[in-house]
């Protein structure tokens, strides 16, 4: 049986109603539409926020406003759901228990773990022995159902986060180490492929080709999520940038 990190409460199930803000999801549980918190403050894939399925995690503060959190969200028939997980926050915490348990054999080992480590004004994910690993969990291409209504896009512009962290690793390179950005997703995502160029792709792209020629490795981590727990089902290096 295959590695999981075991969620400490069963996610339960609910139906996502609305989205009303960035912050915020009105989800149905039972009878009653509850507001619960949307852990990815940014834009989620294309979609309308209306009769999603959804599973949830609640809340050991009860004095919060928001008693449940949205863990993931499902766009396939009610019948055979799979789940596309969308919380960023906790991917590092994640990330950190399959590296614990050395399951990324191919991509880095180490024995000293450390993580948040400061280099310059900045700060990266993780840094192991002398070994840089930056993890990032997009959302903004998900499977979607064919024909499904699809939102308006919006401006997502909060990349400048990501650009310095390509430089910034790329300056942490020096003999003998690793420096790697690591592109996670909670679902079967299809290997990345750099976007189609316009200017804020085209900025992500110079600096991901620039940080690649020092030698930064890009690599890829496909999780699955369900109600108990998330499993790492494969990992492997991106070549195409």
């Not at 310059?120 to 998900?142: A, C, H, Q, T, W």
Request: with cysteine; hydrophobic share 35%; charged share 30%.
């Amino acid at each position: 049986m295959a590695l999981k990190y075991k969620f400490e409460e069963k996610l339960i199930e609910g139906l996502i109603k609305a989205r009303p803000n960035r912050f915020l999801m009105e989800v149905k549980i039972g009878s009653k539409i509850v507001p619960c918190h949307c852990p990815s403050t940014g834009r989620i894939g294309d979609i309308i926020f209306k009769d999603i399925p959804c599973l949830l995690s609640k809340s050991k503060n009860k004095e919060r406003k928001t008693p449940y959190t949205v863990e993931a969200i499902s766009l396939d028939p009610v019948k055979n759901k799979k789940w596309i997980g969308i919380n960023q926050t906790k991917m590092n915490h994640y990330v950190e228990f399959f590296l614990v348990k050395d399951k990324f054999p191919k991509m880095i080992q180490g024995k000293s773990i450390q993580r948040e480590k400061k280099f310059g004004d900045s700060r990266i994910d993780f840094l192991i022995d002398e070994n840089y690993l930056e993890v990032k969990m997009p959302l903004i291409n998900l499977p979607s159902k064919k024909g499904a209504e699809k939102a308006k896009p919006s401006k997502f512009d909060s990349f400048d986060r990501l650009i310095k962290h390509f430089g910034d690793l790329a300056k942490s390179l020096k003999k003998g180490n690793k420096a790697i950005i690591l592109l996670t997703y909670q679902y079967d995502a299809k290997p990345f492929t750099p976007p189609k160029i316009d200017g804020t792709n085209s900025k992500i792209l110079d600096a991901a080709k620039d940080a690649t020629k020092k030698g930064v490795e890009n690599w890829q981590a496909n999780f699955k999520i369900d109600s108990n727990g998330i499993a790492l089902t494969d990992y492997f290096k991106l070549n195409n940038f």
